[in-house]
């Protein structure tokens, strides 16, 4: 009985600390509503963080050999580390191909009043997809299609030149979703910056050419090195094109198809895994080498304000 | 406004109009040669076909039972758009208003499935999934789907919600609302049109999203776009125009879902998803 007191007491206490504990939770921003953020956290560690740490367990775990036998295999199968050679020369010259013609184009568009008909038409083919770009170019860029009869009926070739299934192909389609992506990030990039920056150069009597590698490149190059590692991530993973459009048996045989027919035609789902992280690797090498060129770059308002 | 008006200006200007109409020509005409093809009776060495038809839209329905692979489409689709809907605006509204410890990780968690394209984390992915018997399902494809769908609801609705003063709902838990009401009454109605934007968003994206649908269907459930890929890819199989017919129809259920989409968002926003985020 007269211990009842006492208890109410230390219960009190309790509920003093409880909420004690909340309010310091809240402090520092959790309560409810931050639990909010749980179930899409937990969705994206299962489906994503989880089974890519479960690839990379499972690629040291080959059919055949030591811990790091699938990746030997890999390096030692002309067949498979020529791939990367294969997407390298796919890729690189596309993302650096879509960039400059980028550039200048959304230097031209951004001056223009309506830019939304342009966007609209260029946002086509990333809604598209690859599946069925590759089957409009397929009919477009093939022997008897429209772009080959246009330059023989110009006079400018003599007869058709193949440009389905083989690089080409691979390459065009490359070219059709990738620029419209690197041209509208070029283009957040470029209307981010204040005319009145290039106009005080213009006053002071810089030219065209002086405002843009003086004012402009300075200011968007980090944009640009962002914009090449996604356009980059995305073409070095080009796989229905390369399948459909080019000549996935030799010159396109790109990482993508070696993952997949290891995965899907062999059921080494090990190797698979393997080549997935060497995919990975390789982009994110390509994508921290750029980055880290970037961290040079200046980097600050883009704005003519003072502050 | 700057004017250049020399010679060398006039001339750089024309050139690069003539370079982005040459990139719109060309792409329009390979669209336009995918219609055109679909409608033709035979077209063989010459710019037009000889005549126009649309039956290779009743035998591509037929062949490629468009019928159930649509149905699969939409279910698939419009179950990807619920969920990712639901929780990507759940995250969202927590990222937008709490400064939590490891924010900035779970940002970091939701950029990457974005930046790290599909084919690389969908054969791990698919692997984990044949393992727990879920690959060649409805939900196995719904589950791949959901990976770049619900960061990207998130990184979309996070500006949104930032825009809305914090002191409205300050207001509405003045004059009372419950948790509901102030979800239901207050933030629903002033969301509705980022939602809107960002679902429709999702909803083009998935429909054509290949690659992990790809990896991970079975034959119940295919959607439009890899079994659009099977056909391009046993090309020969089936006539020409047949398979164009069916990559109409596919063009038709996407842009469909565009046009609605552009009503609500800027075009650049269907590519530059987190400049927020990653333009700092």
């Known amino acids: 009985m007269s211990s009842a007191p006492l208890d109410g007491m230390v219960a009190a206490a309790g509920l003093d600390e409880r909420v004690a504990l909340r309010t310091r939770l809240a402090a520092r921003g959790l309560d409810g509503t931050t639990l909010f953020v749980l179930p899409a956290l937990l969705a994206i560690l299962a489906l994503f963080v989880y089974p890519f740490l479960y690839g990379l367990a499972l690629s040291f775990r080959p059919k055949a050999g030591g811990v790091l036998g699938n990746y030997a295999h890999f390096f030692s199968d002309p067949f498979l580390y020529d791939t990367i050679w294969t997407t390298l020369r796919l890729a690189m010259p596309v993302t650096i191909l879509n960039l400059v013609l980028a550039v200048p184009i959304a230097m031209r568009v951004r001056l223009m009043r309506r830019q939304r008909l342009l966007t609209t038409i260029l946002v086509l083919p990333v809604t598209l997809g690859t599946v069925l770009v590759a089957e409009g170019l397929l009919n477009y860029l093939g022997p008897q299609g429209w772009f080959n009869r246009t330059l023989i009926w110009a006079g400018l070739l003599s007869g058709p030149v193949k440009l389905t299934n083989n690089y080409w192909g691979v390459f065009a389609s490359l070219l059709i979703t990738g620029f419209p992506f690197t041209f509208l990030l070029t283009l957040s990039y470029v209307t981010g910056i204040d005319p009145a920056l290039e106009q005080a150069g213009a006053v002071h009597g810089a030219s065209a050419r002086q405002r843009f590698t003086r004012i402009i490149l300075p200011l968007i190059l980090p944009g640009l090195a962002i914009t090449f590692c996604l356009s980059f991530v995305q073409a070095f993973a080009v796989f229905p094109s390369a399948v459909l459009l080019g000549a996935p048996a030799g010159p396109t045989r790109v990482i993508s198809i070696a993952a997949y027919q290891a995965a899907f035609e062999e059921y080494d789902y090990s190797l698979a895994s393997a080549i997935a992280m060497v995919m990975g690797a390789v982009q994110l090498a390509i994508v921290a080498a750029v980055l880290g060129a970037r961290g040079m770059l200046y980097r600050g308002p883009v704005g003519g304000t003072k502050g | ?280």
């Open chain 2, 1 to 280: 406004m700057i004017r250049d008006t020399g010679l060398g200006s006039r001339i750089w200007r024309i050139a690069v109009w003539a370079v982005t109409i040459l990139f719109v020509l060309n792409l329009l005409a390979m669209i336009v040669s995918v219609v055109t093809n679909s409608f033709a009776t035979r077209w063989l060495g010459t710019w037009l076909p000889v005549a126009y038809t649309t039956r290779w839209y009743f035998s591509a329905w037929e062949e490629f039972q468009l019928h159930d692979i649509l149905i699969v489409t939409f279910q698939v689709v419009f179950t990807v758009v619920v969920v990712s809907g639901l929780l990507g605006v759940l995250a969202a509204y927590a990222m937008a208003r709490r400064d939590f410890a490891g924010k900035r990780l779970a940002m970091l968690v939701f950029l990457l499935p974005l930046l790290v394209p599909p084919i690389t984390y969908g054969i791990p992915l698919a692997t984990v999934l044949y393992q727990l018997n879920l690959a060649g399902t409805f939900w196995g494809v719904v589950l791949a789907n959901l990976v770049p769908t619900v960061p990207f609801v998130v990184l979309v609705m996070i500006p949104f919600i930032e825009q809305i003063d914090p002191r409205i709902e300050a207001a509405a838990r003045v004059f009372g609302a419950s948790t509901p009401q102030l979800f239901g009454r207050i933030l629903f109605p002033l969301l509705l049109p980022g939602m809107l934007a960002a679902m429709l968003l999702v909803l083009v994206r998935t429909i054509a999203m290949f690659e992990l649908t790809f990896l991970t269907a079975g034959p119940t459930s295919q959607t439009l776009v890899v079994a659009l890929y099977y056909a391009v890819f046993a090309a020969g199989v089936r006539a020409g125009q047949s398979i164009d017919a069916m990559a109409v129809i596919y063009m038709v259920a996407t842009l469909i879902w565009l046009v609605l989409a552009l009503r609500f968002v800027n075009p650049t926003q269907i590519v530059a998803r987190a400049k927020q985020q990653s333009a700092h």
